[in-house]
Structures are given as C-alpha cells and as structure tokens.
C-alpha cells in the first residue's frame, strides 16, 4: 500500500464542516456515539470487507491497520455526528426515510468516487453493493437513534 494523505484529508475536512453546522455542546454530546457508531463500526466493517470477504481493497494510506488506512474509520466520526445531529429534524416516517437515502447516496458518491481515482479497487464489489451496504447501515443509525431519541441518551441535555 503507498503512503497518501488523502484519507486524513477526508476526516478534516469532514471534521470541519462538523464545526461548522453542529453547535458546539452537541459535537461534545455526540462524540461518544460518534466514536463508536462511526470509528467502530467502520473499523469492523474494513476488517471484514478487506480480510474476510475481500470485497475491496485500498491502494494508499498514511496508516494502515489490518491492511484499511485509520483514516477511513476515523472520517466516520465526524459523518455519523452529522447524520446524528441532523436526525432529530426529519419529524416524520417520510422524511426519515429520504433522510436515509440522502446519506446513503452521499456516501456511495463519495465512496464511488475514491475508486474512481484510484484510492480504492473493488474486488468482489459494486457501487450498485455500496448504495445498499450503505442504505443498511443508516438504517441501523437511524433506528437507534430512533429508539433512543426518546430516552434522551444521544441528545441529553
């Protein structure tokens, strides 16, 4: 694997725009659901799609652990605050669902486009798995936050 920068430049980027539209007591009070909606479960998700199922594999990164660069894990912190953040908005099953599909397009695009410059190569894998992989995933997100919306424990005060 070469060394690239790029997907540390993905998490700053995404980091900053976390600043910039969540408030800033709410980036403390999703960090936790960040670190381990976003960093786990995409580090697990790597593990397994790159060594396990060989789904695809990365050509550059700066870190690399198990053969998936930190930096794709970590970029998923500040994404998952965001659509968490920005969950609570979508007051009806409609919105939700469209909220779900925003996301899960916004990552295949992203995603998608990280293959076609070469960054990542699809191995036993599509972009058409992506979109699905990803529409699964915000799902998952979506529902705890759902249930959990009403115990308070991701947006306490």
Do not use: C
């Amino acid at each position: 694997m070469s060394i690239s920068l790029i997907w540390i430049y993905l998490f700053a980027g995404l980091t900053i725009l976390l600043f910039l539209i969540v408030p800033r007591k709410q980036v403390m009070k999703l960090l936790p659901f960040g670190f381990i909606a976003g960093f786990g479960l995409a580090f697990i998700l790597q593990y397994f799609a790159v060594n396990i199922f060989r789904w695809w594999k990365f050509n550059y990164a700066l870190v690399d652990v198990l053969n998936a660069p930190v930096g794709v894990s970590l970029s998923w912190v500040p994404a998952v605050m965001i659509f968490a953040y920005f969950w609570q908005e979508a007051d009806s099953k409609l919105k939700q669902l469209i909220y779900i599909i925003i996301f899960s397009l916004g990552t295949t695009i992203v995603e998608y486009s990280f293959v076609i410059l070469d960054y990542r190569q699809y191995i036993n894998w599509n972009v058409y798995l992506t979109f699905i992989l990803a529409f699964i995933i915000h799902s998952i997100l979506a529902a705890y936050l759902y249930l959990n919306t009403e115990k308070n424990i991701v947006y306490s005060s």
